[in-house]
């Protein structure tokens, strides 16, 4: 199962940087991907990697998050910047279906989430 860290409590404009870890080593055969969910809303992918490095983003956090893997330590983590309140959320991580779109379907059950809040 995947399980998420490193949210925590945040002023605009600060930055946060979440690692998402697993038992076992699955990371080097699969695509993986951030997902936010906000109070209220439907949970969104946020950003993705693939087995080969490629990375995407919804448009909202272009510019600001960065998605990188390690699959020595099988760990996968969502550097985030300039932070802003809309990024208030809990975060999880997941294997996708495809690096082709950021519709792309999580293929585990939800693990441990962890909380961002981001206020002044």
């Known amino acids: 199962q995947l399980q998420a860290f490193g949210g925590g409590f945040v002023q605009p404009w600060g930055f946060l940087r979440l690692t998402c870890a697993a038992s076992?080593?699955?990371?080097?055969?699969?695509?993986m991907g951030w997902y936010r969910q906000a109070q209220g809303k439907q949970r969104e992918l946020v950003a993705l990697i693939g087995s080969a490095g490629t990375t995407k983003y919804v448009d909202s956090v272009k510019g600001r998050f960065t998605i990188s893997r390690n699959d020595v330590k099988n760990t996968v983590y969502l550097q985030m910047n300039s932070l802003k309140p809309e990024d208030k959320a809990v975060y999880y991580c997941?294997?996708?279906?495809?690096?082709?779109?950021?519709?792309?379907?999580?293929?585990?059950?939800w693990g441990q989430g962890t909380q961002v809040t981001v206020s002044s």
């Open positions: 076992g080593n699955i990371y080097g055969i699969n695509h």
């Open positions: 997941n294997r996708i279906s495809s690096i082709l779109t950021m519709t792309s379907r999580p293929l585990d059950s």
